[in-house]
Nanobody
Framework: QVQLVESGGGLVQAGGSLRLSCAAS????????MGWFRQAPGKEREFVAA????????YYADSVKGRFTISRDNAKNTVYLQLNSLKPEDTAVYYC???????????????WGQGTQVTVSS
């Protein structure tokens, strides 16, 4: 069982940066692959990034490559998403997710956080 709590969202101007955090409960955090998704108003939830348990396998959606960076600190049970060069189209609720592998976490993860709002003004 894993519980996920996101933080770090907010309002930022285009071109700005934010860092999202996702704190996980449970002693087995280091065994889980972690991911980030987002959902904009009126759109389906979409995959953003994923990282395996050790941090040496990382995947990004094409729309965020080169701008967003996913990382994790297993000692702190936390996964991060650094958002740089933000655009208005990045506005969405960002969700943290966890599952046993990057393949699963990028598609149909079992565990979800409650989401944090990111709003990018033009």
């Amino acid at each position: 069982q894993v519980q996920l709590v996101e933080s770090g969202g907010g309002l930022v101007q285009a071109g700005g940066s934010l860092r999202l955090s996702c704190a996980a409960s449970g002693r087995t955090f280091s065994k889980y692959a972690m991911g980030w998704f987002r959902q904009a108003p009126g759109k389906e939830r979409e995959f953003v990034a994923a990282i395996n348990w050790s941090g040496d396998r990382i995947y990004y959606a094409d729309s965020v490559k080169g701008r967003f960076t996913i990382s994790r600190d297993n000692a702190k049970n936390t996964v991060y998403l650094q958002l740089n060069s933000l655009k208005p189209e990045d506005t969405a609720v960002y969700y943290c997710a966890a599952d046993s592998s990057t393949t699963i976490v990028a598609r149909t993860p079992h565990y979800w956080g409650q989401g944090t709002q990111v709003t990018v003004s033009s």
